[in-house]
């Protein structure tokens, strides 16, 4: 099988162009860093009915996500660079719903995506117990589920300990990524993530997208203004509109083609 490596901000999947047999054995084989290729998933790139192509995630335990922020702009790069579209303006469908991508391109290749992620539903904090301590967090819906937690130090946070016990919290029957997010400035956030499915990644799209709808809820970051979120990787700018929708931009880049025996 043909695979290509891509990343957005370090946060790196295997693309697939078509179906393959068993997704959620597949994923787990090849996305282990010493016995595989090594990712934080797969990704398959299908037809639609209802848009212009179809993605399916897979996380590295073999889950199936909804939606991936860092996935779909390296799903936009992979469909416009080997020439399966000459869109620059595309429509994915997702698990989380269609999803809109505008395209930066040069000579052949896309180097920037903004993607049209949807609303952000942003709830009120709540306070939970996990490992014998009260943690209070922003629960918030991009798609899909996150837990956004406000701290002065994400630099040190307990990604290993108490993001994988949240993580697994009864509150969050389907489970939960949590963000670790430092207010640097009100167009500035620093975010360490522990994603639902994957561990600690260099990167989360959506968690980027559910850190800066947090923040605009508590006031520490405004509407209709870039957010640059500083994660492991990289940095990804989030604008968190009137509506609640969020616009997402940033790179995406191919690591390597490989083949798969």
Same mark, same amino acid.
């Given at each position: 099988?043909?695979?290509?490596?891509?990343?957005?901000?370090?946060?790196?999947?295997?693309?697939?162009?078509?179906?393959?047999?068993?997704?959620?054995?597949? +994923?787990?084989?090849?996305?282990?860093?010493?016995?595989?290729?090594? !990712?934080?998933?797969?990704?398959?790139?299908?037809?639609?009915?209802?848009?212009?192509?179809?993605?399916?995630?897979?996380?590295?335990?073999?889950?199936?996500?909804?939606?991936?922020?860092?996935?779909?702009?390296?799903?936009?790069?992979?469909?416009?660079?080997?020439?399966?579209?000459?869109?620059?303006?595309?429509?994915?469908?997702?698990?989380?719903?269609?999803?809109?991508?505008?395209?930066?391109?040069?000579?052949?290749?896309?180097?920037?995506?903004?993607?049209?992620?949807?609303?952000?539903?942003?709830?009120?904090?709540?306070?939970? +117990?996990?490992?014998?301590?009260?943690?209070?967090?922003?629960?918030?819906?991009?798609?899909?589920?996150?837990?956004? =937690?406000?701290?002065?130090?994400?630099?040190?946070?307990?990604?290993?300990?108490?993001?994988?016990?949240?993580?697994?919290?009864?509150?969050?029957?389907?489970?939960?990524?949590?963000?670790?997010?430092?207010?640097?400035?009100?167009?500035?956030?620093?975010?360490? %993530?522990?994603?639902?499915?994957?561990?600690?990644?260099?990167?989360?799209?959506?968690?980027?997208?559910? !850190?800066?709808?947090?923040?605009?809820?508590?006031?520490?970051?405004?509407?209709?203004?870039? %957010?640059?979120? =500083?994660?492991?990787?990289?940095?990804?700018?989030?604008?968190?509109?009137?509506?609640? +929708?969020?616009?997402?931009?940033?790179?995406?880049?191919? %690591?390597?083609?490989?083949? %798969?025996?």
């Amino acid at each position: 099988m043909k695979v290509t490596k891509m990343q957005g901000r370090g946060n790196d999947y295997l693309y697939f162009y078509g179906d393959v047999e068993k997704p959620e054995e597949l +994923s787990v084989k090849l996305s282990d860093r010493h016995f595989g290729v090594g !990712s934080d998933g797969i990704i398959l790139i299908l037809p639609s009915k209802i848009a212009d192509f179809r993605m399916r995630i897979f996380n590295a335990d073999g889950s199936e996500a909804r939606m991936c922020g860092n996935g779909i702009r390296c799903v936009g790069k992979y469909v416009y660079d080997k020439g399966y579209t000459d869109k620059t303006k595309l429509s994915i469908e997702t698990l989380s719903g269609i999803k809109h991508l505008d395209m930066s391109a040069k000579n052949g290749a896309v180097y920037k995506v903004t993607v049209d992620m949807g609303r952000a539903e942003a709830n009120m904090p709540v306070t939970l +117990s996990a490992l014998g301590q009260d943690v209070t967090l922003t629960p918030v819906s991009v798609g899909n589920p996150h837990g956004v =937690i406000f701290t002065d130090d994400a630099e040190n946070a307990p990604l290993d300990t108490l993001g994988a016990a949240l993580e697994k919290h009864e509150y969050f029957p389907e489970g939960v990524n949590v963000e670790f997010v430092t207010v640097i400035d009100k167009n500035t956030l620093r975010m360490r %993530v522990w994603e639902r499915g994957s561990g600690i990644t260099m990167a989360c799209g959506t968690g980027s997208c559910a !850190s800066v709808a947090a923040a605009v809820k508590a006031g520490y970051c405004r509407r209709n203004e870039d %957010v640059a979120v =500083i994660l492991d990787g990289g940095t990804l700018h989030i604008t968190i509109l009137d509506d609640d +929708s969020v616009l997402m931009t940033g790179p995406a880049a191919i %690591v390597c083609e490989c083949e %798969v025996i």
